[in-house]
Structure formats: C-alpha cells, structure tokens
C-alpha cells in the first residue's frame, strides 16, 4: 500500500461547479501538506501549503486538512475551463515530498 | 523568468548512452531536488541538496545515476547507460533554506526517451 492514496479519475464536471478533491495517507508523520496543478507536459505548480488541521482559504481555492483521519481535500469553487490539469496532493516529512498519482481533471464549458 | 529553470526540455536517447540534464534554482534558494515522474504516477524522490552537499538519496538512485551542485548553484543529473526504463520526465525543484518555508517550487522538467 503507497503512503498516499489518490484518485486518478478522471473527474468531468460542468463550468462553474464545486470541485473535491481528496487525498488519504497512512504515515501520521506527515507534517505538511501541499496541492499541485499540472498541466500536460509541463512541471507541478503549488496551489496550497498547509501544516495543520483545518481550512485554509486562497481565492476560489480552499485546502482542507484532517490529521485525525488521515484526509486532505481541495475545494475548487465556480471552476473554470482553464482549471483543467491535474491535481497532485504531497505530503511532507524530512526532505522529500510524498505525492499522489494525481486527480485528472476536465471542466467542460 | 524568475522560476527554477531546466535544460533541454526534451532528450532523446539510444539504450546505452550517457545523457546529462541540468537545473538552475530560483536564486537565494539554497535547497534543491530531484523527482522523476512516470506516466499517470506522481513525481517520485531521487535526491536532495542541501548547497552543494547531497543529504539524501532515494533507493531509486540507483548506481547508473549521479548528480552534482558543485558551487551550491546549479545542479546536474546524469543518468549512465541508459536503459528504456529510465523514460521518464525528471524534474527539479527548489526552496528556501529557511525552516519555517517547506514550499518546493518546479522546472519545468526534462522529458527523457529512451530509445
């Protein structure tokens, strides 16, 4: 079992939807928490940096962190066609990021 | 531009020959790594840098592969006798070397091919 799980999808929703995405990990020594888009072929760009339970809110974005349960989520509000890609949650301990396979994402116009 | 910057964006290869892939960190980050990534899988850890100091290396390095920072700029990984399990896009990241910072910003990536 990989310490962090992810949903590969591919998830499809209509222009101006609410978008959850969610990770679960197993190693509670994870201390910090990120979200990254990536777009096809290009590199991971941050969306959301988190280290400790509850919300964080940044524009239409909102990362949501339950340690307690294991469980990170991102809520996209009235998603655009441009948030396209797809969303990579990461966890950190010591030096290197843990990610996820990554949420494909299609927002339909 | 100020991001983390890679080069070449692309490499392709015959099994067996030596390929070289360079990155540049966003300047003051003294903090760098590499990760691989695979088709539909997340970026995978290969090492981290500390200024030119290499701290840690994922059991994924394996032998065929080195990587250097010598003045604690830049930083080149190179991948010996490639085989064509090591397609794949290798990416750099960076960050700041202040504790309380853990953000690692990306390249843009090397797609490698191994033919």
């Known amino acids: 079992q990989k310490e962090v799980e992810q949903d590969p999808g591919p998830l499809s929703v209509p222009e101006g939807a609410i978008v959850s995405l969610n990770c679960t990990y197993s190693?509670?020594?994870?201390?910090?928490f990120m979200w990254y888009r990536q777009y096809s072929r290009k590199g991971p760009e941050l969306l959301m940096y988190?280290?400790?339970?509850g919300n964080k809110e940044d524009g239409r974005f909102t990362a949501q962190v339950d340690k307690s349960s294991k469980y990170i989520s991102l809520f996209i509000r009235d998603s655009q066609p441009s948030d396209s890609a797809t969303y990579l949650c990461?966890?950190?301990?010591?030096?290197?990021?843990?990610f996820g396979k990554g949420t494909s994402l299609l927002v339909t116009p | 531009d100020t991001g983390v910057s890679q080069d070449p964006r692309h490499k392709i290869t015959k099994r067996g020959q030596n390929v070289t892939f360079r990155c540049d960190p966003i300047s003051e980050h003294n903090r760098l790594y590499w990760y691989r990534q695979t088709l539909g899988q997340g970026p995978e850890f290969l090492t981290y840098f500390q200024n030119e100091a290499q701290l840690e290396k994922s059991r994924l390095l394996s032998d065929r592969f080195s990587a250097e920072r010598p003045k604690g700029s830049f930083s080149t990984l190179e991948i010996q006798r490639t085989e064509q399990g090591d397609s794949a896009m290798y990416l750099c990241?960076?960050?700041?070397?202040?504790?309380?910072?853990?953000?690692?910003?990306f390249g843009p990536g090397t797609r490698l091919t191994v033919l």
């Open positions: 190693n509670s020594a994870f201390q910090y």
């Open positions: 988190t280290y400790s339970s």
């Open positions: 990241a960076s960050s700041p070397g202040l504790a309380a910072r853990n953000e690692q910003f």
């Open positions: 990461a966890m950190k301990r010591g030096y290197a990021l843990n």
